[in-house]
């Protein structure tokens, strides 16, 4: 069953604030789990699934309430607790028998707590995993033909719908869309995709969300203040994240963790019963790592297995933190998360300001491909070490492109990695470099003429062609796109580009390409737009080259005579290759020949 949230007591404990009080527990009953104590009640109940709830609200009211709910969501959102307050809603009803439809119901009714302890005889609820056949849905369907016993509707809860057979699906068709006027119907899934077609557009279909870790936060400290447990805020957002969204997830965690804590929840027993690591070793490992010292990153790792985390789990929350960084860097709001501890947005928001996006999303891309090693490995430790030492050694590795750039201007070779000797000091006292991190080198490499202190490198740019690739470097795609597609350059000199836009072109080009280059190059570069004409466009360029290679292959006797022998065969594709060192610099065309395979073989 799916417990979602807030809710009433059903023993003798005390409410929730705001909410009534439930009929108090028999004496001496067993304990009753934290998500069946305090599972929804009333609409007023939920949390995290307001969407849904004003929209059931505002069908109530205007009178437009269908024949068919489709609930569907992850595990633990309240698919089925939501159902069954609707069934109490549709049934809604008076002590002294007044009453109509209603999704407000500050008390409760004749049949309200019969249909919450599941035992109303005009509820029935059917667990579709456990009765898929086609005969359970006859059942169904003959009994619906009866008028209620003693509610106004007769209500049929069918959870995990999706595992009824395909005979047992078309036979509900009919029922479905035209059902006696006395009869609704509630199915609950979690793979909606499993669902005929159908049999969703029969039904009103409503998608419960993950519930936001700071509302089940909030949530479970409601609960711990009802309980009379002590717990604090690191605690429960760990559990609010182990739950990823689930409530009823969340309230066995915090069933186990007072279990654990004996009756005090705290993060350090939270982290030992999920196997969690310290979120401040987890960041001081992030730093190490990223500093490029291996030995520190090993000893950081040795002393949380140690502890007792899992290498799995610790490359996770590395993962995590990871991506908690590039949302402080990309996103101006995101330290405002509440789900972030104090240190985690103290320190994430140092790293953002000194790492790079793409030093950060190459971090990601090594974890997320070695956590599903070191879970399949028969050494786990011994895996994770290897991630970390991949993760030091490519943390400031350049991109293809930049290393090609680098040859070409005859600057160093980047280094290969960290070295083992002195670690550096911690990245708190010492600044990291604006792009990457910086790596310490295990051979002396030659260094690049000093630049004046508080100036830019400059960078050269001696061709358009220049310019375009500096925008691929950059990842500036649409930039990259633009300036081949929309730009004919009338004169480049460094320092200065004027140029005509091509029809379509956008006029902001201009802006976005002086922009782009101050801030790539440390100058800055008059950009203009000419009157001329100007030379075509690199794409243009590059057809009219494509084409002419094309009609000169096709002019070659041994091209003429596999097309004459091969009817129907085309040209798709035509490569230059230069010619050896030293001998004739004419270029030889190597020739893709649709449908000509051994075509020289078949002349000869």
Same mark, same amino acid.
């Given at each position: 069953?799916?417990?979602?949230?807030?809710?009433?007591?059903?023993?003798?404990?005390? !409410?929730?604030?705001?909410?009534?009080?439930?009929?108090?527990?028999?004496? =001496?009953?067993?304990?009753?789990?934290?998500?069946?104590?305090?599972?929804?009640?009333?609409?007023?109940?939920?949390?995290?699934?307001?969407?849904?709830?004003?929209?059931?609200?505002?069908?109530?009211?205007?009178?437009?309430?269908?024949?068919?709910?489709?609930?569907?969501?992850?595990?633990?959102? =309240?698919?089925?607790?939501?159902?069954?307050?609707?069934?109490?809603?549709?049934?809604?009803?008076?002590?002294?028998?007044?009453?109509? $439809?209603?999704?407000?119901? $500050?008390?409760? =009714?004749?049949?309200?707590?019969?249909?919450?302890?599941?035992?109303?005889?005009?509820?029935?609820?059917?667990? !579709?995993?456990?009765?898929?056949?086609?005969?359970?849905?006859?059942?169904?369907?003959?009994?619906?033909?009866?008028?209620?016993?003693?509610?106004?509707?007769?209500?049929?809860?069918?959870?995990?719908?999706?595992?009824?057979?395909?005979?047992?699906?078309?036979?509900?068709?009919?029922?479905?869309?035209?059902?006696?006027?006395?009869?609704?119907?509630?199915?609950?899934?979690? #793979?909606?995709?499993?669902?005929?077609?159908?049999?969703?557009?029969?039904?009103?279909?409503?998608?419960?969300?993950?519930?936001?870790?700071?509302?089940?936060?909030?949530?479970?400290?409601?609960?711990?203040?009802?309980?009379?447990?002590?717990?604090?805020?690191?605690?429960?957002?760990?559990?609010?994240?182990? !739950?990823?969204?689930?409530?009823?997830?969340?309230?066995?965690?915090?069933?186990?963790?007072?279990?654990?804590?004996?009756?005090?929840?705290?993060?350090?027993?939270?982290?030992?019963?999920?196997? /969690?690591?310290?979120?401040?070793?987890?960041?001081?490992?992030?730093?190490?790592?990223?500093?490029?010292?291996?030995?520190?990153?090993?000893?950081?790792?040795?002393?949380?297995?140690?502890?007792?985390?899992?290498?799995?789990?610790?490359?996770?929350? /590395?993962?995590?933190?990871?991506?908690?960084?590039?949302?402080?860097?990309?996103?101006?709001?995101?330290?405002?998360?509440?789900?972030?501890?104090?240190?985690?947005?103290?320190?994430?928001?140092?790293?953002?300001?000194?790492?790079?996006?793409?030093?950060?999303?190459?971090?990601?891309?090594?974890?997320?491909?070695?956590?599903?090693?070191?879970?399949?490995?028969?050494?786990?430790?011994? !895996?994770?070490?290897?991630?970390?030492?991949?993760?030091?050694?490519?943390?400031?590795?350049?991109?293809?492109?930049?290393?090609?750039?680098?040859?070409?201007?005859?600057?160093?070779? $980047?280094?290969? =990695?960290?070295?083992?000797?002195?670690?550096?000091?911690?990245?708190?006292?010492?600044?990291?470099?604006?792009?990457?991190?910086?790596?310490?080198?295990?051979?002396?490499?030659?260094?690049?003429?000093?630049?004046?202190?508080?100036?830019?490198?400059?960078?050269?740019?001696?061709?358009?062609?220049?310019?375009?690739?500096?925008?691929?470097?950059?990842?500036?795609?649409?930039?990259?796109?633009?300036? #081949?597609?929309?730009?004919?350059?009338?004169?480049?000199?460094?320092?200065?580009?004027?140029?005509?836009?091509? #029809?379509?072109?956008?006029?902001?080009?201009?802006?976005?390409?002086?922009?782009?280059?101050?801030?790539?190059?440390?100058?800055?570069?008059?950009?203009?737009?000419?009157?001329?004409?100007?030379?075509?466009?690199?794409?243009?360029?590059?057809?009219?080259?494509?084409?002419?290679?094309?009609?000169?292959?096709?002019?070659? $006797?041994?091209?003429?005579?596999?097309?004459?022998?091969?009817?129907?065969?085309?040209?798709?594709?035509?490569?230059?290759?230069?010619?050896?060192?030293?001998?004739?610099?004419?270029?030889?065309?190597?020739?893709?020949?649709?449908?000509?395979?051994?075509?020289?073989? #078949?002349?000869?």
């Amino acid at each position: 069953m799916d417990e979602t949230t807030t809710g009433t007591p059903l023993n003798d404990e005390p !409410a929730l604030p705001g909410f009534p009080p439930a009929p108090a527990a028999a004496p =001496g009953s067993p304990y009753r789990v934290l998500a069946r104590k305090y599972r929804p009640r009333t609409f007023d109940d939920l949390i995290g699934q307001e969407a849904m709830v004003r929209t059931l609200s505002n069908a109530f009211e205007t009178g437009r309430i269908p024949q068919a709910w489709m609930l569907t969501g992850v595990r633990g959102v =309240g698919k089925t607790t939501t159902a069954r307050i609707l069934a109490r809603g549709l049934n809604y009803q008076k002590s002294d028998g007044t009453g109509a $439809p209603t999704i407000h119901m $500050p008390e409760l =009714g004749l049949h309200c707590e019969a249909i919450m302890e599941s035992r109303h005889v005009d509820v029935l609820e059917m667990d !579709a995993a456990s009765h898929t056949g086609i005969d359970d849905v006859r059942q169904i369907i003959d009994g619906i033909r009866y008028s209620p016993v003693s509610a106004r509707y007769k209500v049929y809860i069918i959870d995990e719908v999706h595992m009824l057979s395909e005979k047992a699906f078309n036979a509900f068709l009919k029922t479905l869309e035209e059902p006696p006027p006395h009869a609704k119907f509630i199915f609950a899934t979690t #793979e909606i995709r499993k669902v005929p077609v159908t049999i969703l557009s029969r039904c009103q279909r409503f998608d419960l969300r993950r519930i936001e870790a700071d509302k089940l936060v909030a949530h479970l400290g409601r609960i711990c203040d009802a309980e009379g447990v002590k717990a604090d805020q690191e605690a429960l957002a760990a559990i609010a994240r182990a !739950a990823e969204g689930s409530a009823r997830d969340s309230l066995s965690l915090l069933d186990q963790a007072i279990a654990h804590g004996a009756g005090v929840v705290q993060g350090e027993t939270v982290r030992d019963m999920l196997g /969690l690591a310290d979120r401040t070793l987890v960041i001081d490992l992030f730093e190490a790592v990223m500093r490029g010292d291996v030995p520190a990153a090993f000893a950081g790792l040795r002393s949380q297995y140690d502890a007792g985390a899992d290498p799995s789990v610790i490359l996770s929350d /590395l993962a995590a933190f990871s991506h908690v960084v590039t949302r402080l860097k990309l996103i101006a709001d995101a330290a405002k998360d509440p789900a972030l501890s104090e240190i985690e947005r103290a320190r994430g928001t140092e790293y953002a300001q000194k790492l790079s996006v793409r030093t950060l999303s190459r971090a990601w891309q090594i974890l997320l491909k070695g956590i599903p090693e070191v879970q399949a490995s028969n050494r786990p430790i011994a !895996a994770a070490e290897m991630v970390l030492v991949r993760l030091a050694y490519a943390a400031d590795l350049p991109t293809p492109d930049e290393a090609l750039r680098a040859l070409k201007d005859g600057a160093p070779a $980047p280094s290969s =990695g960290p070295s083992s000797p002195p670690p550096s000091p911690p990245m708190s006292t010492g600044p990291m470099t604006s792009g990457n991190v910086a790596l310490a080198t295990s051979q002396p490499m030659p260094q690049p003429r000093p630049q004046p202190q508080g100036t830019a490198p400059v960078m050269r740019l001696r061709r358009f062609e220049d310019v375009v690739a500096l925008a691929a470097e950059q990842r500036e795609i649409v930039l990259k796109t633009a300036l #081949e597609r929309d730009v004919r350059l009338v004169r480049f000199e460094e320092g200065r580009i004027e140029f005509n836009l091509a #029809e379509g072109g956008s006029r902001t080009i201009a802006n976005d390409l002086a922009r782009a280059l101050q801030q790539w190059t440390g100058q800055r570069w008059m950009i203009a737009l000419s009157s001329d004409e100007g030379a075509p466009t690199l794409r243009q360029q590059a057809d009219t080259a494509e084409r002419e290679r094309k009609e000169g292959a096709t002019s070659h $006797p041994l091209v003429q005579a596999v097309l004459a022998k091969f009817p129907g065969a085309q040209i798709v594709n035509v490569v230059d290759r230069a010619e050896k060192a030293g001998e004739d610099a004419s270029a030889e065309a190597d020739m893709d020949i649709l449908g000509a395979t051994d075509a020289e073989d #078949e002349l000869e």
